[in-house]
């Protein structure tokens, strides 16, 4: 069985899967983390959204032989500090403003939240209704004014 080494989460990982396996799938059920969802698996519906180097991709779509040894992996379990456990701003204005309602595509919606900001910031502005239309993440219960506002609050505190 090949063998697939990248970074999860700041640890480096070796795993043995095949490599045609999606890597939402090494993630889930080779390492066991359960934070990116399964949705549609066709990169639709976004509810496995991850970080790759920062920026927000959907594992369901690309085979962990895609991914390198030294490309980094964020799942929303990476999120919160390491040495104090405290949440990432996004994490925390979820709660403040209520967000989830099933709780299903919200931590996708949360990594495609943080990756639209540190979009923005690098392009040298604030995030604007422009930046929040291009999250395409699907929320069934739609939540969408709520994630919105939480969002913008976030932003201020990133």
């Not at 991914?67 to 709660?95: C, F, K, S, V, Y």
């Not at 969408?144 to 609050?153: L, M, P, T």
Request: glycine fraction near 8%; charge should be negative; aromatic fraction near 4%.
């Amino acid at each position: 069985m090949p063998q697939h080494t990248f970074k999860l989460n700041g640890e480096q990982v070796t795993v043995e899967a095949p490599d045609d396996l999606r890597l939402l799938w090494v993630i889930r059920d080779i390492i066991g983390l359960t934070g990116p969802k399964y949705g549609c698996g066709l990169d639709v519906c976004k509810a496995c959204t991850c970080h790759i180097n920062g920026k927000a991709f959907n594992p369901c779509a690309v085979p962990v032989s895609k991914i390198d040894p030294t490309d980094e992996i964020t799942t929303i379990e990476g999120l919160a500090d390491r040495e104090t456990g405290a949440l990432h701003p996004m994490q925390e204005a979820w709660l403040d403003h209520d967000v989830a309602q099933c709780g299903y595509c919200q931590p996708g919606q949360i990594m495609a939240a943080i990756a639209k900001v540190r979009q923005a910031r690098a392009a040298g502005r604030e995030i604007g209704d422009a930046d929040l239309d291009e999250i395409r993440n699907i929320c069934r219960c739609g939540t969408y004014v709520r994630i919105r506002e939480a969002i913008k609050s976030a932003a201020a505190k990133m």
